[in-house]
């Protein structure tokens, strides 16, 4: 299967209505100061005035974390940006981790006076090369077997619901993943690296 290039994983805060976005400006410096993550960051970008889109940005040489607001559901976004591995398979299972590892991050170290908890239900995930994966009837199937594989894996005894989120052929082919046994993004192998830092 053809490797895609650019790739994002979002998961979803539980109250982020409630988050103050320029909180989180410090709190993406301190991980390019601190290379809090195994990929290379750039700098921070306030979008604030974007109404719901992304409000802050890290910008990184392989890959944006974002605290995205999209159609009025905040959280973070991880989006890679460039190629891993030889197929999509590679591909997801580093963007969960990463996406992930962020998720961790923020949870156990959150910006001041913000209280920070994630979806343990819900994922989603969008194949931002339209022309390998167009948002179209088939493309789920194509990629279904693939999927399950590496989110059994990432979630292990968890059980899942694919679907398709946008219907709109001009957006991102975008897959819902609904978890009917709920785990956290955080509870995997980045807490135990943070908590040993």
């Given amino acids: 299967m053809m490797t895609p290039q650019?790739?994002?994983?979002?998961?979803?805060?539980e109250d982020g209505e409630a988050l103050d976005p320029e909180a989180f400006i410090p709190v993406f410096h301190r991980w390019i100061q601190q290379k809090a993550v195994d990929e290379v960051l750039i700098d921070?970008?306030?979008?604030?005035?974007?109404?719901?889109?992304?409000?802050?940005m890290l910008i990184g040489h392989e890959a944006d974390y974002v605290l995205d607001f999209e159609?009025?559901?905040?959280?973070?976004?991880?989006t890679?940006?460039?190629?891993?591995?030889?197929?999509?398979?590679?591909?997801l299972e580093r963007a969960?981790?990463?996406?992930?590892?962020?998720?961790?991050?923020?949870t156990s170290r959150p910006p001041v006076k913000q209280s920070i908890a994630f979806r343990t239900d819900l994922v989603e995930v969008a194949l931002l090369?339209?022309?390998l994966y167009p948002n179209a009837p088939g493309t789920l199937e194509m990629v279904q077997e693939t999927f399950s594989e590496v989110l059994a894996r990432v979630y292990e005894d968890a059980t899942f619901e694919l679907s398709s989120a946008e219907h709109d052929q001009r957006l991102p082919f975008t897959v819902q993943i609904v978890i009917h046994q709920?785990?956290?993004p955080t509870t995997d192998e980045a807490v135990a690296d943070l908590a040993a830092e």
Wanted: aromatic fraction near 8%; hydrophobic fraction near 40%.
């Fill in 71 to 78: 159609k009025g559901k905040p959280g973070l976004a991880y």
């Fill in 129 to 131: 090369d339209r022309l």
């Fill in 96 to 106: 969960l981790q990463q996406a992930r590892r962020g998720c961790a991050l923020l």
């Fill in 44 to 56: 921070v970008v306030d979008y604030k005035h974007v109404a719901n889109g992304p409000a802050i």
């Fill in 6 to 13: 650019r790739i994002r994983v979002k998961y979803f805060f």
């Fill in 182 to 184: 709920p785990v956290s």
């Fill in 80 to 91: 890679r940006k460039r190629a891993v591995g030889q197929d999509l398979t590679a591909a």
